[in-house]
């Protein structure tokens, strides 16, 4: 049979938009190889949106790989063991998002044990199963959306069905720097391909958009090569911008649609994943294996040997910085990309779920100003992908008045770091905006006790 | 901790950590680079005073606002080059027989007063430079003396009595009457004038540059150029509509003002509709003042007034924002 699928070359794509230098040729041509399991892993409680998993092992306790070590009810979950080893204690630990978390520290006994729940499926029971299965299987082996944003899978997959008619799987990756699902799409698209086939299957639907950004051909051949018109799989060609990853802009660039303020992509029939979690659907669900390892970029300007790595979920940020060898001291450690990356100050936190890459950069990449000052130009207003005035919102941050803060649309702001990467006054938007937002949910808050 | 195996001075910021190589001095360096050509055009209509007017209305733009923040202590951000790009333009607008002393209490006004006294760069509510040259019209006299262009009849640097003076094209137009020199001479510069502004040409080559570098946006100067256009074409005061037309955009300030003055950002909407109708604002009000005001050039005049209506202007042509609820809007 003929393989052959159909190819849109999108041009509109989204409103606002940059171009930053992308350096993704440090990392794009390097294969991704087996990172060698460390000797401690550090696996927090809290790698999703939602309830923190409660420790179901104890300091002492044998754990295998695969094994369930944490879970709890309501919006969660589990987490699993990446090694065979000893728990060596379950404690607050530091974590990328710079609070501290409960833990379980894993001391790996480097033997790979696995756990004897872990079964693979042939295709034939995979078929036999039913979506309510599958999406309980799913949520059993711990997938979350693996862009950065850590949303539990199942509830998006349970929450959407009979709302959602257009499945789009996020391989744009339009970050800086970061090739892991460029990488993945190349070396394994018969792998993403299949997980998009399960949440097909989920959703009752028979088409797909995988959307791709254009600065990724090889990526895009390898997935069309594995596709046949009957798939109902079409590989949609973005412009290359940042953020043509962000869920929103995504939607908009495939459907045209918006997805309304406040809302989710369900409310206009959308349901968007990431590459990377198509592939952990399908481990979960044909490998019975539990997402315990992840593709992880190791880049950034100072870098001796970028690298594309499956690192188990665990491991700290100073050994992969050791496996890559830096060439200066570094001057940012950052879990993700340099847009919208949490820069971090402890190199002992682990790799979790959502880290997509870590990127280390030398020198001060990005100038502090002292006393910086707007000068109006407007061009925070151009790059605005959400289309909101970033100097009228920075410029209401000086007021006391919370309400007219919330006048701005401060809330419509995905953070996206395209107007402070313009600004050429080096203002600091997003830092402003974020305290902004808290202000209006702190009044919001108080406004509702008051009532009460 | 055990697994500290590495110590360093890791510095801690909100995302994003990269940034686009444009700054507000690259900005300001750019309009100053745009300048140039004007600058050269002007030392050799007008010979080397208009240079060195230039430089010391640069000099002293620099310094008052170096001096300001050291008396005020406050933080110096002399080298974003804004100070520069003021000094330049008021010297641009200045007749080159301007006495040294003259256009340094411009500077003053312009930094001091109108610029710093609201807060410094950003915080100004009307153009400094234009400003500048409001408050110079307090020796109305100086500011309206100029010479003919061409080196024999040019100031020297340090005496202006020598000087061959004659009228400008804007002051026969004021009396109706077409110029006397011709539209070429108008479009190459070759007329009498302040420094910079009698050029069309060269302050032209500047409006390519800078729509290349992107630091500004056609909008403003087309909307300001084509109603000064469209109105002298409407309203003609002579036989040949077009050349009238001609005239009144290559005549007078209109060239440099839409181009390096009303589209100064801090002074300038930031919405798109708002900018169109700046412009448009600025060019009736040039025509008007031209044609009926008491002195035959509109072109600061029209700007100043429209600075003051910016914080009426932002309000409209606001974006709506991403995924706004655009139906539910029309049942209401």
């Known amino acids: 049979m003929e393989k052959t699928c159909e190819v849109i070359k999108m041009t509109f794509s989204f409103f606002g938009g940059i171009h930053p230098d992308e350096n993704k040729f440090l990392s794009c041509d390097k294969p991704i190889q087996e990172f060698p399991e460390p000797d401690v892993l550090v696996v927090p409680m809290s790698q999703h949106i939602g309830a923190p998993c409660k420790p179901l092992v104890k300091k002492g306790d044998p754990v295998t790989v695969g094994q369930k070590i944490g879970d709890n009810t309501g919006l969660c979950v589990p987490v699993h063991s990446p090694v065979s080893g000893k728990v060596k204690s379950v404690e607050m630990k530091a974590h990328s998002s710079g609070t501290t978390m409960m833990s379980v520290v894993i001391e790996n006994d480097h033997l790979g044990t696995l756990c004897e729940e872990i079964q693979p499926r042939t295709q034939e029971q995979v078929d036999a199963l039913t979506p309510e299965e599958l999406m309980e299987i799913i949520h059993q082996a711990g997938v979350v959306g693996m862009g950065g944003a850590t949303f539990p899978t199942h509830v998006k997959l349970s929450s959407g069905i009979g709302k959602v008619d257009t499945i789009i799987v996020n391989a744009g990756e339009c970050e800086p720097y970061i090739t892991a699902d460029d990488r993945l799409c190349r070396e394994m698209p018969e792998l993403v391909i299949s997980g998009v086939k399960v949440i097909m299957k989920i959703f009752g639907l028979n088409t797909a958009h995988i959307a791709i950004e254009d600065n990724k051909p090889q990526a895009a051949k390898a997935l069309q090569a594995q596709l046949c018109a009957a798939d109902g799989i079409t590989i949609d060609v973005l412009p290359a911008m940042y953020p043509q990853g962000a869920e929103k802009q995504l939607i908009q660039a495939i459907t045209g649609r918006q997805v309304p303020s406040g809302g989710l992509p369900a409310a206009v029939g959308c349901a968007v994943f990431n590459a990377a979690t198509c592939k952990a659907i399908h481990d979960a669900v044909y490998e019975g294996m539990p997402l315990i390892k992840r593709i992880v970029t190791v880049s950034g300007n100072i870098v001796m040997a970028p690298k594309n790595l499956i690192v188990p979920i665990g491991t700290s940020y100073n050994d992969l910085m050791e496996a890559v060898g830096t060439s200066a001291n570094p001057y940012k450690v950052l879990s993700g990309g340099p847009m919208m990356g949490i820069s971090q100050y402890d190199l002992s936190v682990p790799i979790t779920k959502g880290t997509n890459a870590v990127t280390i950069l030398g020198h001060r990449s990005r100038y502090h100003v002292d006393h910086p000052q707007c000068i109006r130009c407007g061009k925070c207003i151009d790059v605005c992908p959400m289309k909101l005035m970033p100097v009228l919102m920075y410029k209401s941050l000086m007021t006391n008045d919370v309400e007219q803060i919330k006048a701005t649309n401060m809330m419509d702001c995905i953070e996206c770091g395209c107007c402070a990467y313009t600004c050429p006054a080096y203002l600091p938007l997003v830092l402003g905006f974020r305290s902004g937002k808290q202000r209006i949910r702190a009044h919001a808050a108080a406004a509702a006790s008051k009532k009460v | ?332």
Request: aromatic share 12%; hydrophobic share 50%; proline share 5%.
């Open chain 2, 1 to 332: 901790m055990a697994q500290m195996k590495y110590f360093y001075e890791l510095t801690i910021s909100s995302s994003p950590h990269v940034h686009s190589p444009v700054s507000t001095r690259t900005i300001m360096r750019d309009v100053l680079i745009a300048l140039t050509p004007a600058l050269i055009g002007s030392v050799y209509f007008f010979g080397l005073r208009a240079l060195m007017v230039t430089l010391v209305s640069v000099a002293a733009c620099v310094f008052f606002e170096w001096a300001w923040c050291k008396l005020m202590k406050q933080h110096c951000k002399i080298y974003d080059f804004s100070a520069c790009v003021t000094g330049v333009l008021l010297a641009f607008v200045c007749p080159p027989t301007i006495p040294y002393w003259t256009i340094i209490l411009g500077d003053l006004f312009a930094i001091v007063l109108v610029k710093m006294l609201f807060g410094g760069i950003g915080r100004n509510v009307v153009n400094p430079a234009l400003a500048g040259r409001a408050f110079m019209f307090s020796w109305p006299v100086l500011m309206s003396t100029w010479v003919k262009v061409g080196w024999e009849n040019q100031a020297s640097l340090f005496s202006t009595v020598d000087a061959v003076t004659a009228a400008t094209p804007l002051a026969n137009m004021h009396q109706g009457q077409m110029p006397e020199s011709s539209i070429l001479d108008m479009f190459l510069g070759n007329i009498g004038g302040c420094i910079g502004e009698t050029s069309a040409l060269l302050l032209l080559i500047g409006f390519v540059y800078l729509l290349l570098r992107k630091v500004i946006t056609a909008r403003i100067p087309l909307a300001y150029i084509g109603t000064v256009a469209v109105l002298a074409f409407l309203f003609p005061m002579g036989n040949d509509r077009l050349m009238w037309m001609a005239a009144q955009v290559f005549g007078g300030g209109l060239m440099l003002g839409a181009i390096f003055m009303a589209t100064d950002y801090v002074t300038s909407p930031v919405t798109k509709l708002g900018q169109i109708v700046y412009g448009i604002g600025c060019g009736v009000l040039t025509i008007l003042i031209r044609y009926f005001g008491g002195y035959n050039e509109g072109v600061s005049y029209a700007i100043l007034v429209m600075n003051c209506c910016v914080v009426l202007l932002d309000r409209i042509g606001r974006p709506t924002k991403f995924g706004a609820p655009k139906k539910e809007g029309k049942k209401a």
